[in-house]
Nanobody, 118 residues
Framework: QVQLVVESGGGSVQPGGSLRLSCAVS????????MAWYRQAPGKLRELVGT???????KPEDSVKGRFTISRDNAENMVYLEMHSLKPEDTGVYYC???????????WGQGTQVTVSS
């Protein structure tokens, strides 16, 4: 079975605006995977935005704490990233990652572009 991680919902928004990213996952036992959002700004390394394990609350990184929320729907195999009070420094390609809780496998999506600019 083919494993797929597909992000959607990126776009352009003004500073202070909001966006909601979605990540659809198929081909894996979703409940056995920790889901994470990463982002990569131009010329910078990919950085972790936050993680969420099955039946647990998200763990955001300090740079997005209080502004971003990660949630997951185990019934639909979906992960969401709600972003509010967006800043220009939030600009980048956002990636969804699925990592098996025992480290057996890791899958990445192709990324979705988020641009915050006035």
């Amino acid at each position: 079975q083919v494993q797929l991680v597909v992000e959607s919902g990126g776009g352009s928004v003004q500073p202070g605006g909001s966006l909601r990213l979605s990540c659809a996952v198929s081909g894996i036992a979703f409940r056995h995977y920790t889901m994470a959002w990463y982002r990569q700004a131009p010329g910078k390394l990919r950085e972790l935005v936050g993680t969420i394990r099955s039946h647990e609350t998200m763990k955001p990184e300090d740079s997005v704490k209080g502004r971003f929320t990660i949630s997951r729907d185990n019934a639909e195999n979906m992960v969401y990233l709600e972003m509010h009070s967006l800043k220009p420094e939030d600009t980048g390609v956002y990636y969804c990652n699925a990592e098996h809780i025992a480290g057996r496998a890791s899958y990445w999506g192709q990324g979705t572009q988020v641009t915050v600019s006035s």
